[in-house]
Every structure is written in structure tokens, then in C-alpha cells.
């Protein structure tokens, strides 16, 4: 069987692995071990995990897991948010020539990113622009945490039916994914991490595949691995 590492930008994308990415690749001979939160620095010999706002101590911590696992049935894979990177973050400055097609952007990124590390057991993926994008394929999951949302629900179709797909939902500091939820729903932004995975659970894998191609391409060449 694979093996394959992720590093998460944070709790809500870690738990979000766990709970649907692992049984699902299981089905395709690819073990998922336990989602490892991204570090972001150290401070006094200890390493401080969360977040994607520090390329120098991101790289670092690929690095050192690269080292400790050498061997070639072993993968390694992110979901780092491409809203927010830090500037020095591998390519950052030519990308944005492709930002009137984050598609193409976010592949540049990626291919920037795969080159920089150097192994080609690093598979790197980045959300575009955010997880909460992929709460947008059926925002009428919410109701299954807040029933009096309806109202909310309601604005969150709106804003996704203007999209061809949730993932390109904007990434401006005010009308990014997570900050129209918030708008809806205030109570998201201090449980985001139980309440992101519980929807996208009740929304199920084949629905995100269905509306966010990125998502989906990087999920299927995970499934590919199992038959490396």
C-alpha cells in the first residue's frame, strides 16, 4: 500500500482529511497517515504549526519529513490556500500574469512550488482560493448546523450561482469564501474548524468533485497512486 503525507494550512483542512479523504483513499490502496499541520516557524527548538504565512519554515518542514522518509512507496501532498501566500512563496511575483485565469495561475504555483522542493514524490496542491470554497458546491448544508439560517443559505446560491464553479469565488480580503460564510453566518469564524468539515461532509466528495475541477484533478492523481 502508498503511503502518503499531507500538510494542512490548518484544523479545518486536517480534519476535513481525515474524515473524507482517508476512507476514500483507502479504496484505491493509498494510506492517508494522520494530516500534519503545516509549520509556520520555531521558536526556542520547538516547531509552531498552523497556518501558510511562512514559506521559509513550510519548506523546511517538507524537507525534514522528505528526509526521514526516503522510501519510494511513500508520497507526500499539501492544501495550502493560494489566498494569503506569502510573497516569497516559490513563483509568487510571475503568477500574477495569470491572474485573469486562476487556473492557470494556480498551476504555475504549484509547478513552482514541486520544483522548489526538488522531490518528485511531492505532489503540492493549493485551494484556490480557500477550503471554504468547496462549502459553496451546497450551502444548504448549513442548516443542518443553524436551522433559523435560511436567509443566509439563501445569499451563499446567489453568490455561488454567479460562479462557474466555487473555486472561483474571489479572493479580495472582504468577498473571499470564508468571509462571505462569515457575513451569513458570524458564528463560523470561531467554530470554522468543526463547522467547515461538517458541511463538506454532508455535501460528500463526488458533489465537490463534480463543481471544483482543481479539487478533483488533484484527487484523482492521488487515486493514480495506488496503481504506482
Known amino acids: 500500500m502508498i503511503r502518503l503525507y499531507l500538510f494542512a494550512e490548518g484544523q479545518t483542512e486536517q480534519t476535513f482529511a481525515s474524515n473524507l479523504m482517508t476512507p476514500h483513499l483507502a479504496n484505491y490502496g493509498v494510506y492517508l497517515n494522520k494530516p500534519v499541520l503545516i509549520s509556520h516557524g520555531r521558536k526556542k527548538g520547538e516547531i509552531h504549526r498552523g497556518g501558510g504565512q511562512n514559506y521559509a519554515a513550510m519548506k523546511q518542514d517538507i524537507l525534514r519529513f522528505l528526509k526521514q522518509e526516503k522510501s519510494r512507496d511513500v508520497y507526500f501532498t499539501t492544501m495550502l490556500d493560494l489566498y494569503a501566500l506569502p510573497p516569497e512563496f516559490p513563483g509568487f511575483m510571475a503568477a500574477q500574469t495569470y491572474r485573469n485565469t486562476p487556473y492557470d495561475q494556480v498551476a504555475f504555483l504549484e509547478k513552482s512550488f514541486a520544483e522548489d522542493i526538488g ?99 488533484w484527487l484523482s492523481s492521488l487515486e493514480l497512486l495506488g496503481q504506482v
Request: charged share 20%.
Open 119 to 217: 522531490d518528485d514524490r511531492f505532489l503540492p496542491h493549493l485551494q484556490l482560493y480557500e477550503y471554504e470554497a468547496y462549502l459553496f458546491c451546497e450551502p444548504n448544508h448549513f442548516l443542518s448546523i443553524e436551522p433559523g439560517g435560511t436567509k443566509g443559505v439563501e445569499t451563499l446560491q446567489t453568490i455561488a450561482g454567479q460562479y462557474e464553479s466555487p473555486e472561483l469565488i474571489n479572493d479580495a480580503p472582504q468577498t473571499a469564501p470564508s468571509k462571505r460564510i462569515i457575513a451569513e453566518f458570524p458564528k463560523y469564524k470561531k467554530a470554522k474548524s468543526v463547522w467547515g468539515p461538517l458541511v463538506a461532509q454532508h455535501i460528500g466528495l463526488p458533489v465537490i468533485r463534480q463543481q471544483c475541477p482543481h479539487f478533483n484533478k
